[in-house]
């Protein structure tokens, strides 16, 4: 272990700021940055293992919402620190820019958030203890938001209580950290398992033989994950449920101390899925290794085309935009910690130039050997790719005659569709209705200044099994793109928006349910950015009226109906005992049906409560369709939004994809929670 202690910690700064601005550091203080607090002592933890260290990487989640993440490997240095004077444990814990990820002597290669991740953790935790086991030796100390509670001690016997106790025993070296994040810092303090499951699952795949064990002791759950395929795996996870048209492609090499790994597998889909990382950790806005990887694609499949006379001398070349569909990738790069560079502390984009360049000549080389040494793999690529050439030239030629169409008849709009007066687009909605029925009631019922509607006459397109020359030919959608004005496809500028609401307004049944289901398939699919601005929702119409003399009431939910059924016999009953000494009423409401009246009996006297069930939207008349579902001032609207476009990605593919087998499984798996209207 003399390759790692007190001087390769360098110190550079105090840890006041991160309690005074915390999204600084970890992005924000809602669930998110919670689920960042235990990844970066995670990341820690992967770290060791990187440099060679750990095998094992145990999370385990308390009943209390204390985390305790255990590893075995070295364990955080814990000597006297040759300028500081104090151990290096405290140190590593309680200063900012503190640990073995500065000098290069400590880690190579290092994911943690710029050497400050322990640091940080400990400032945004109402209590932190780590236990270290180094030399034969338990060393320990506690905090108490970032300040150290008393001075690093030798402890005979360990303080971890409940599983960890048990994993940590039968550890020889290594750190052990329990944390529980602060109340006066974040917005809530429950991890959300399957959130945490991802990052973990994520991470194992990219440390090809790093094991991870997670558990949550509040449901008894556990996950563990070892891949020995690394990020070759994690392509084919991804393609679970889609045809793979070759087998993957893997691409490793070392060049200038940067390692790239890189693999590839078309499917059968028309979407794309590429994820990139950089020392394990995922750079969602991607950055230079994932523009080298674009260029070296374009570049290997043009000049492979050209040379095979699939692409004949003269003829266009093929577009990255023709290369995307059906990708599947994964990009990873590992370099030394003292130069990586991140755009945004919370490292959402890779920022080294020089990375470009080499990602893109090893990806090169790879894929010219690939194609090469496998023919027929290389023929479905170029397969693949032609046909999504021809289809983007056949979408450009039917966008052009939808762009002609506009304007020879003088108009830019859709016939069906009732605008709104207000031009300005933060102010302007449009409701996308179902039937012609509902759509003449919110026509009449809405605020014309600001909301505008466009009547759908039936279910769209499964835009899941069509390329876009597919989809614009199909009327309703071509309607819907002309009425948001912002494009598609290559020319979709989400700038042009003509609304920054975009509510799907369906009815309350299966039907309903399907149409909602494939516009968001469709908005997901070609108008992703619509989705990522926020401007995406559905509207909650009610489910049932209920009246009882001359009020009416409405609900959005079984329960909430009952509640006003409730209500209302409450307040009946205490009229009447304001009149009379003595009043019968029923006993709580039973579940209600469509036109179904219960009767219920105040001093003799019998009140009909009737409970109207909703089918449609078109049951509502204007004036009821505009208080319960489209005035501001009532209405429930749900916002979508994406939080993990892999997944959702797969879950769409699943549900609308060509594939059979994964649909009916999941189907079979959920059955039992769905409520049937029948």
Not at 333 to 360: C, H, R, W, Y
């Amino acid at each position: 272990m003399a390759d790692y202690s007190a001087k390769d910690i360098q110190v550079l700064e105090g840890l006041e700021p991160v309690r005074k601005r915390p999204g600084m550091y970890i992005g924000s203080t809602d669930q998110r940055g919670l689920h960042h607090l235990v990844t970066e002592i995670v990341d820690n933890s992967v770290d060791e293992a990187l440099a060679g260290h750990a095998k094992n990487v145990h999370i385990i989640i308390q009943n209390d919402d204390r985390v305790t993440v255990i590893d075995d490997g070295r364990g955080i240095p814990t000597e006297t620190h040759p300028s500081v004077k104090k151990s290096a444990l405290e140190v590593a814990m309680t200063y900012l820019h503190a640990g073995g990820k500065f000098g290069g002597a400590g880690y190579k290669v290092s994911g943690g958030l710029h050497g400050v991740g322990a640091s940080v953790v400990n400032a945004l935790s109402e209590d932190m203890e780590v236990e270290v086991k180094r030399d034969n030796k338990i060393f320990f100390q506690k905090y108490s938001r970032g300040n150290p509670a008393e001075p690093v001690t030798t402890i005979s016997e360990s303080k971890t209580k409940g599983k960890a106790a048990a994993i940590w025993k039968l550890t020889s070296s290594g750190t052990e950290s329990t944390f529980l994040a602060d109340k006066q810092i974040f917005s809530t303090t429950t991890l959300d398992f399957k959130v945490l499951e991802k990052q973990i699952r994520e991470r194992a795949y990219l440390v090809a033989g790093l094991a991870f064990h997670l558990f949550d002791e509040r449901d008894d759950t556990e996950k563990h994950y070892y891949f020995e395929g690394g990020i070759t795996s994690l392509v084919q996870h991804i393609n679970k449920n889609k045809i793979a048209l070759h087998r993957p492609i893997t691409i490793r090499k070392q060049v200038n101390e940067i390692g790239v790994d890189v693999a590839i597998q078309y499917n059968n889909s028309f979407s794309e899925t590429v994820e990139s990382f950089a020392n394990v950790i995922n750079t969602a806005e991607g950055g230079t290794h994932l523009t080298g990887f674009r260029t070296a694609l374009t570049r290997s499949v043009n000049d492979y085309a050209k040379k095979t006379g699939i692409v004949k001398a003269g003829e266009e070349s093929l577009t990255g935009e023709d290369m995307r569909e059906g990708l599947t990738a994964v990009v990873a790069i590992k370099m030394n910690s003292d130069g990586i560079e991140f755009e945004g502390q919370t490292k959402g984009k890779l920022g080294n130039a020089e990375v470009t360049p080499i990602v893109q000549t090893v990806v090169k080389e790879g894929l010219e050997t690939f194609f090469e040494e496998n023919p027929s793999d290389a023929r479905s690529i170029m397969e693949k790719i032609v046909l999504a050439a021809r289809a983007r030239l056949a979408a450009k030629a039917a966008k052009d005659a939808v762009i002609r169409k506009g304007a020879l008849e003088g108009m830019t709009l859709p016939g069906k569709l009732a605008d709104c007066q207000e031009k300005d687009p933060s102010l302007s909605e449009l409701y996308i209705v179902e039937g012609d029925s509902a759509g003449g009631s919110a026509k009449q019922g809405r605020d014309r200044k600001t909301q505008a509607i466009l009547p759908l006459g039936g279910k769209i397109l499964n835009t899941e099994r069509a390329r876009l020359d597919k989809v614009i030919q199909f009327e309703e959608i071509k309607d819907l793109i002309i009425a948001l004005g912002a494009g598609i496809g290559d020319t979709f500028n989400i700038e042009k928006a003509r609304y920054h609401r975009i509510i799907l307004m369906t009815d309350a049944d299966v039907d309903g349910e399907h149409i909602n289901t494939l516009l968001l398939t469709f908005f997901f699919r070609y108008m992703p950015s619509i989705i990522e601005r926020g401007y995406l929702y559905l509207a909650q119409p009610p489910l049932f009226k209920i009246t009882a003399g001359k009020s009416e009431q409405y609900a959005y939910s079984d329960t909430e109906r009952d509640q006003v059924i409730s209500i209302i016999k409450t307040q009946k009953a205490e009229k009447a005992a304001a009149k009379e000494a003595s009043t019968s009423v029923d006993d709580e409401p039973k579940g209600q049906g469509v036109g179904e009246t219960e009767e219920v009996v105040v001093s003799g006297k019998k009140i009909n409560i009737n409970v109207q069930r909703y089918k449609g939207l078109g049951e509502m008349n204007p004036e009821q369709l505009w208080e319960t579902t489209m005035n501001p001032e009532n209405r429930i609207l749900k916002k979508v939004f994406i939080e993990d476009a892999a997944e959702a990605d797969e879950v769409f593919n699943m549900l609308m994809g060509e594939e059979v087998p994964p649909r009916k499984k999941f189907i079979q798996s959920h059955a039992k929670y769905a409520t049937l209207d029948v």
